[in-house]
Nanobody, 127 residues
Framework: VQLQASGGGSVQAGGSLGLSCVVT????????MAWFRQVPGKEREFVAA????????YYSDSVNGRFTISRDNNKNTVYLQMNSLKPEDTAAYYC?????????????????????WGQGTKVTVSS
């Protein structure tokens, strides 16, 4: 399973950016997808997650209402639309995949809950 993230860049505070992550080598709807972010010297932080069918989404408090996670199972792609960006959103953003292993599956918010990771894509928000 491989994840390829793209879409990072630089933007001023209040602006918007969109990230994409294409997954190959997997039955995509069988995976919960998530975005995490990390700044140097800090632990990787949960941002958002979406279930396999794309009907349930989960957000951290810090991005809820500003970021939107979505997925297109026909394109094996997960997206993160980031609006009203703040300087504190500056980080490397990582997409992650977790294989659903049971009918009752709890979507995780810890990096250890995820099996596969893409490379980071850098987002810089200037004030």
């Amino acid at each position: 399973v491989q994840l390829q993230a793209s879409g990072g860049g630089s933007v001023q505070a209040g602006g918007s950016l969109g990230l994409s992550c294409v997954v190959t080598g997997a039955i995509f709807p069988s995976y919960v997808m998530a975005w995490f972010r990390q700044v140097p010297g800090k632990e990787r932080e949960f941002v958002a997650a979406i279930n396999g069918r794309g009907v349930r989404t989960y957000y951290s408090d810090s991005v809820n209402g500003r970021f939107t996670i979505s997925r297109d199972n026909n394109k094996n792609t997960v997206y993160l639309q980031m609006n009203s960006l703040k300087p504190e959103d500056t980080a490397a953003y990582y997409c992650a995949a977790a294989r659903v292993t049971s009918v009752v599956y709890i979507v995780g918010r810890e990096p250890t809950d995820y099996d596969y990771w893409g490379q980071g894509t850098k987002v810089t928000v200037s004030s």
